[in-house]
């Protein structure tokens, strides 16, 4: 499907200018671009490459000079980056699901799916599930016992929805991701080395190895609206109460949350992030590739954790952190500059020592 110039613009919210009749078929980088194209040159950056390319149109910034660029049209946005949010979903193809219920599905007959819903083929819907309108289930995926997914959902295949896992409207699930598993929670008769070197901070006295018996997991997994999670995340049920993640979260590839974790609204959860058992994280947190977060925490509202982070105790409201252990961003900074002067702290007090030395020799030879 193709749009104009100046249905774009009005779909964004945008001004168009030139030619606002030229149709465009798809997005491409500036490089890249054909005559058909609208290139995605949103700073002078990207916008040096467009004479590499062969666009008509492309969409700039607010006060950029499009004609002395070449070009035919241009689509002028106040904020580019956030209008690439709209741009992209008015042109993405989707995966090409095929509407309606596909033969090979199996709905469990007291399952209750909107008349709507889309589901793939060998996808499993068991007893009372129920979807809501507007929702598309992909290929090979599962729908557990008792859970409730609402309306305009988006499951690409092979996602797993566990039983009585509750999940609000517009949710988003990448390849691979697996909602409601069963928590890891093990104990042993006698409290564990593992207690014991926690309460200690490393003696393990005379604590002995023992079974781990399984503490069943009785709880769910409870989603808001408007939630995303990437592909091969996984949520473990809550052992009592729910697992919860709030309005507007998203989760990207490889996030794990642990049992009982609470997440507020608005937060991002960025490539491999793990949170163990039991935290609660505020709204509005960002936590950076790679950040592991240790299990009974507090995490507050606004906290930015860079990448690598691991996060041991409370973090207070508005805090960014980094390292390990995290710490406020500039001690973290400071102190890795500190070490990175070391080495040369060595040498001068090295060769101070030295200097010192010679001096001493120096002045007992001149009193013999």
């Known amino acids: 499907m193709t749009y104009t110039i100046q249905q774009i613009a009005d779909a964004l919210g945008a001004k168009a200018v030139g030619d606002t009749t030229l149709r465009i078929a798809k997005l491409v980088e500036p490089a890249t671009a054909h005559a058909d194209d609208l290139a995605l040159a949103m700073s002078p950056k990207y916008a040096q490459t467009l004479s590499d390319g062969a666009a ?3 969409m700039l910034w607010p006060d ?25 979903r008015m042109m993405d193809p989707g995966q090409g699901f095929e509407t309606g219920i596909h033969p090979s599905a199996i709905i469990d007959p007291v399952a209750q799916l909107a008349d709507d819903v889309t589901v793939g083929p060998l996808t499993i819907v068991a007893a009372g599930a129920q979807i809501g309108a507007g929702s598309i289930i992909g290929p090979q995926c599962y729908i557990g016992t008792g859970a409730s997914i609402g309306k305009n959902a988006y499951l690409r295949d092979h996602v797993s929805i566990g039983a009585r896992v509750s999940i609000g409207d517009n949710f988003i699930a990448q390849p691979g991701a697996r909602l409601g598993g069963d928590g890891f929670s093990f104990v042993t008769p006698e409290p564990s080395t593992v207690e014991e070197t926690r309460k200690t901070l490393g003696d393990r006295g005379d604590t002995k190895a023992q079974q781990w018996a399984r503490i069943h997991t009785l709880g769910s997994v409870t989603v808001g609206d408007n939630v995303e999670c990437g592909m091969n995340v996984t949520v473990d049920s809550g052992t009592i109460r729910d697992t919860m ?9 490889l996030v794990h949350l642990g049992h009982n974790v609470v997440v507020g609204k608005n937060c991002l959860l960025c490539g491999q992030v793990g949170v163990a058992g039991s935290v609660t994280i505020g709204d509005n947190v960002v936590l950076g590739g790679q950040v592991g977060v240790s299990d009974n925490i507090f995490i507050g509202d606004g906290v ?6 691991k996060i041991m105790s409370n973090a207070p409201a508005g805090r960014s952190m980094l390292g390990y252990p995290g710490t406020e961003m500039s001690k973290q900074i400071e102190g890795y500059k500190a070490l990175r002067r070391l080495p040369r702290l060595i040498r001068d007090f090295a060769k101070l020592k030295a200097d010192l030395a010679q001096s001493d020799r120096s002045k007992a030879s001149d009193e013999s």
Not at 245 to 253: A, E, F, R, V, Y
Not at 304 to 309: K, L, Y
């Open 245 to 253: 993640i709030g309005d507007g979260t998203k989760l990207d590839n």
């Open 56 to 58: 008509l149109a492309a």
């Open 304 to 309: 930015i954790a860079g990448g690598g982070t």
């Open 64 to 88: 950029a000079d499009w004609q002395g660029m070449g070009l035919k049209a241009a689509i002028l946005p106040d904020r580019p980056r956030f209008a690439m949010s709209g741009l992209t």
